[in-house]
């Protein structure tokens, strides 16, 4: 916890001082597994510098760098998509400088390995191929592929999963190599066949691998490392490279208006010299590096690239791709995914919406109780118990199936095809505890703060709405929940830019690199939530209730607080806790505004784990930590505001019909 | 308990409205100290507006309200002083009986002790001192009365309100709560000021009724002057059970009389003024029925009419009787062995003039 004190400029200068000034910012689409290496090794080789990685998706990472201030931007832009890196450097957010590593070819196969102007260098390759689940394979007596063209036969039916090339960069790039290998027509006839073979067509390139991992898919078509660092990692899979596959680099660069550039260029170099270069083939990681030299170390079986094991028939021709990129993805989407599908669920959606309306039309106040007693209850047989019983059971067996899931991953070492994982293990909860306590910490730390600030000004406009004649007041209401409509990133990329360069009052410390502005973001994302509940609460309050206590002796201020709030309680416990719920698990805006990985929340940290096969045990026991805090802060509360005794009549008070 | 101070309670042409409609005009009311005084009259006429503009949760738009000769119109309602209970009881369902009735002492910053010895008295006084520890949920309906009667009177107010205390309790429980409210009225002395739609209600516990409708003041009286005194014909259709016959006033030698085509003429006992519509008004029970046959009054006025309808409702029959077009409502007193008039039979219907109450149209 020691580290939430330097959020005062006091601590940061003192830090400073210690010799801790210099930090590097990388930011990165890669996941933890790899990223942390590159950390610890940099940093144990500078001592006295600190390496902050912040982990987005692609996009995401690219609106963060075009948000920030020239100045206070991330140093190093690390990901694999050149298109990202074509998008900064026109944009003038790249800074040439001459650190090409001279060892490392000019080309792989046609494609040049370093940005042919000087705005970025090839740092690793990436081959595409086939991956599959071995055990999934032997259950269903289906023989292993070699060939795109194998998948095609009708024994993979039903076995294969790919992700939407419009949606996954690498997909697009492996569809575009088999176009480019096979020819426009074979191509498209090979791709029309196997994606009829498809149990699935995933939304995130992730959920390949991470079906084939877990023996939900049989054969997935991958980009090389998700197969190789699977595998490294203990699942039951093999990946193969087809005949017809293409080898391109993924890329770093150094991004201009950094805060320490002198440092960026130190690391992309520590990157591309043979020790980085090295680090790639650590099995967590296994992914091809750029410098041949190194591939005299790595172990038996290692695919090469520069002539070695994989043979890449296929010379990618990037300008080709380019210039048809939006043409394949829609081709594929059209007819492939079929956009009949989605016309007809938002005809269905339409219809049920007007179907709704159509019963509940003249029932608004059908779910007010006003009535007098409560409702009677009636006592079970012994026959009717049992029954009650099962149903029950079923109902949280179906809720509560994922969970157990949840639970049991936490505690697998490894986990594919099988009903239960190979074996048990506590390590996963070891590595949460030892990389991310300040991450539990934080979210209790935001949510709290979110889900306190929620519930207090939800109670507010409440009382505004409900009880007075103030003009603008449903504007009040309508402002607030316009926050449901915003999508999370458009939200966090909205606060970066109102609060860019603005210092937080008494610190040199900019508030959109503060966790301030996260639970700030928190507050307005859940306020609707706690709105709804509050005056759902306060609706339930005849106002009588209120004028009795005026009647009596007790000014606004004393009424609301001996009359109204105790008994809005319920409503206002109900608030908190769907506001602290959602914020933890609130992840777009987190992504977005997350600076420095001591604030991150922990959805933060089980997004980055869920990017790697390794990652999913680490990854489940932080999310069953998440659980247990949520679980821990609706039972504090609940003691807290209901020592009073309040809770407990929550009930009554709706069935007295006051 | 101490009997209390009374204060009189004058309310001085008030006019309020909601918006653009009207629902208070020019309303005076003046209650005597120590006065047990109803506010009568159907829903929407304005009686409950009226009695929260005393308390104090609207604002008139103009005139004044004047507690104990002092100008209240300012005074937000929790320096009033004055108490009221709420047609809902609006009980605090998170408190006890005892919190409930404790409140208003507290508020009033009273030493603990005082306020102890204070809420045993008011719970005492409505018989409920068993039930302190219990909350409201777990009270019948008189006994959640009996708190919030308990919890108001609690602060010793200067007047006390009661918006329509009876309507939610059942038939029997109603006519025993509200002897008990006049016994503890009488008791302690208060100044009560109470709302109801119900005339019955009203006429036997109150010592004056104001009638209200529309949200002007139709009349105030004693109960009796309103039943046999109606000052128009919202009055005597509201107050009781009236048949009401249209006609004219007219002047002539022998003085004023009424004429209409039923009676002929009736002379009037003073009058003034020119000729003008009007309406006679005469209770059931005033008229007097008789079989072909009998014996007949010759200072009453007789009718030729058929028996239409026939009511037992106990202590007396009520008769609908056609007379030619118009309908007449004629009361019997009952006893072992009346007689009563069967539908269809022809009777005669007897009127008194002395009787008859004139009304203007």
């Known amino acids: ?658 | 308990m101490e009997a209390l101070r009374k204060v009189k309670v004058e309310v001085l042409a008030v006019s309020l409205a909601y918006g653009a409609t009207p629902v208070l005009h020019d309303v005076s009311v003046s209650v005597e100290p120590g006065e047990f005084f109803a506010l009568l009259g159907p829903s929407g006429s304005g009686k409950s507006t009226l009695l929260r503009l005393i308390a104090g949760f609207n604002q008139a738009q103009s005139g004044q309200v004047l507690i104990d000769g002092e100008d209240l119109s300012r005074v937000p309602p929790w320096k009033r002083d004055i108490g009221m209970v709420f047609q809902n009881y609006a009980l605090w369902p998170h408190m006890t009986v005892a919190e409930n009735v404790a409140f208003g002492l507290e508020e009033r910053r009273l030493p603990r002790d005082t306020v102890r010895a204070k809420v045993k008295a008011a719970l005492d006084l409505v018989g409920l001192n068993e039930f302190t520890a219990r909350r409201p949920g777990q009270l019948s309906g008189g006994q959640q009365q009996r708190v919030a009667l308990a919890r108001t009177i609690a602060i010793e107010p200067k007047v006390l309100l009661l918006d329509e205390p009876l309507s939610n309790l059942d038939a029997k429980l109603r006519v025993y709560m509200r002897a008990e409210l006049l016994a503890l009225q009488r008791k302690l002395g208060i100044t009560t000021i109470f709302v109801t739609h119900d005339q019955e209600e009203a006429l036997s516990i109150s010592d004056r009724v104001a009638v209200l409708d529309g949200g002007i003041i139709q009349q105030i009286g004693t109960p009796m002057d309103l039943y046999d005194h109606p000052a128009n014909r919202f009055i005597a259709n509201f107050v009781g059970t009236i048949n009401l016959l249209p006609g004219r006033v007219k002047a002539d030698a022998g003085g004023f009389r009424f004429e209409s085509s039923l009676l002929g003429k009736i002379a009037l006992v003073g009058g003034s003024g020119a000729a003008r519509d009007a309406a006679i008004a005469i209770r059931p029970h005033a008229l007097m029925l008789a079989a072909g046959d009998q014996p007949r009054d010759a200072a009453r006025i007789w009718l030729d009419g058929v028996i239409a309808e026939r009511e037992f409702l106990g202590e007396f029959v009520r008769y609908t009787v056609k007379v030619g077009d118009t309908d007449f409502v004629a009361d019997e007193m009952h006893f072992i062995g009346g007689i009563s008039h069967v539908p269809g039979s022809r009777v005669k219907v007897g009127i008194n003039p002395a009787q008859v109450k004139l009304l203007s149209a």
């Open chain 1, 1 to 658: 916890m020691g580290r939430r004190q330097d959020f005062s400029s006091g601590c940061r200068s003192a830090i400073a001082i210690a010799g801790y000034a210099q930090q590097l910012t990388i930011i990165t689409s890669f996941p933890k597994d790899l990223t942390e290496v590159y950390k610890k090794a940099f940093e144990s080789r500078n001592p006295g510098v600190r390496v902050e990685v912040l982990n987005r998706g692609t996009s995401s990472a690219i609106a963060f760098v075009r948000e920030a201030p020239a100045g206070n931007r991330p140093d190093v832009f690390w990901a694999s998509a050149p298109d990202a890196f074509e998008v900064l450097s026109k944009e003038k957010l790249l800074e040439k400088f001459p650190g090409a590593n001279p060892a490392v070819p000019a080309k792989i196969g046609n494609y040049p390995i370093n940005d042919p102007d000087g705005f970025y260098y090839g740092q690793a390759l990436a081959g595409y191929g086939l991956m599959w689940n071995t055990r999934y394979l032997k259950a269903n007596k289906v023989p292993a592929p070699r060939e795109w063209a194998d998948l095609v036969k009708p024994e993979y039916f039903g076995h294969l999963a790919i992700s939407a090339p419009s949606r996954s960069g690498t997909t697009h790039l492996t569809i575009e190599t088999i176009l480019q290998g096979e020819g426009w027509e074979k191509g498209w006839n090979q791709i029309l066949q196997f994606s009829g073979n498809c149990a699935a067509i995933t939304e995130r390139s992730f959920g390949v691998p991470d079906g084939v991992n877990n023996g939900q898919f049989g054969i997935g078509l991958v980009i090389d490392f998700f197969g190789l660092s699977a595998k490294a990692s203990g699942f039951p899979v093999e990946f193969v490279y087809p005949s017809v596959t293409a080898i391109v680099p993924a890329n770093i660069g150094l991004v201009s208006g950094g805060r320490s550039s002198e440092l960026g260029k130190k690391f992309i170099a520590f990157a591309l010299s043979e020790e980085g270069q090295q680090l790639l083939l650590e099995p967590r990681i296994s992914r091809l590096p750029v410098l041949p030299a190194v591939y005299k170390k790595a172990p038996q079986g290692y695919p090469n690239p520069y002539g070695g094991k994989i043979q890449a028939k296929v010379q990618f021709d990037s300008d080709l791709s380019r210039s048809r990129y939006y043409l394949v993805n829609s081709l594929y989407d059209h007819t492939i995914i079929g956009y009949v599908a989605s016309v007809i669920m938002v005809a269905a959606s339409l219809f049920a919406l007007w179907a709704s309306t159509w019963i509940m039309r003249g029932k608004e106040y059908a779910t007010l109780q006003r009535g007098y007693a409560g409702l009677s209850r009636r006592r079970l047989t012994p026959g009717q118990s049992v029954l009650a019983y099962a149903w029950i059971g079923l109902v949280l067996l179906i809720v509560l199936a994922p969970h157990l899931g949840i639970l049991l991953l936490s505690f697998a070492s490894v986990w594919s095809f099988s009903v239960v994982p190979d074996g048990y293990t506590l390590s996963h909860y070891a590595t949460v505890f030892q990389d991310s306590p300040l991450m539990i910490w934080n979210t209790a730390l935001y949510c709290g703060i979110a889900a306190t600030l929620d519930v207090v000004i939800a109670t507010a406009i409440a009382y505004l709405m409900l009880r007075t004649r103030i003009p603008g007041r449903q504007a009040l209401d309508f402002t607030v929940t316009i926050a449901l409509a915003i999508p999370g990133v458009v939200l966090g990329i909205g606060y970066l830019r109102t609060f860019r360069g603005i210092e937080i009052p008494f610190t040199d410390d900019l508030l959109t690199s503060s966790w301030v502005l996260l639970a700030l973001a928190y507050t307005v994302r859940r306020l609707p939530y706690a709105l709804r509940s509050c005056v759902a609460a306060l609706q339930q309050l005849h106002v009588s209730l209120e004028e009795a206590a005026e009647n009596l002796g007790a000014t606004k201020g004393r009424t609301i607080r001996r009359v109204v709030v105790p008994l809005m309680t319920g409503g206002m416990m109900a608030g908190f806790v769907i506001s602290f719920m959602t914020a933890a698990v609130e992840l777009s805006t987190t992504l977005m505004l997350v600076t420095a990985q001591h604030d991150a929340p922990m959805s933060y940290g089980i997004y980055l784990y869920m990017q790697s096969a390794a990652g999913r045990g680490p990854g489940a026991a932080l999310g069953v930590l998440a659980v247990l805090l949520v679980a821990a802060g609706t039972y504090a509360s609940y003691r807290l505001i209901g020592s009073r005794g309040n809770i407990a009549r929550a009930q009554e008070i709706q069935t007295m019909g006051v």
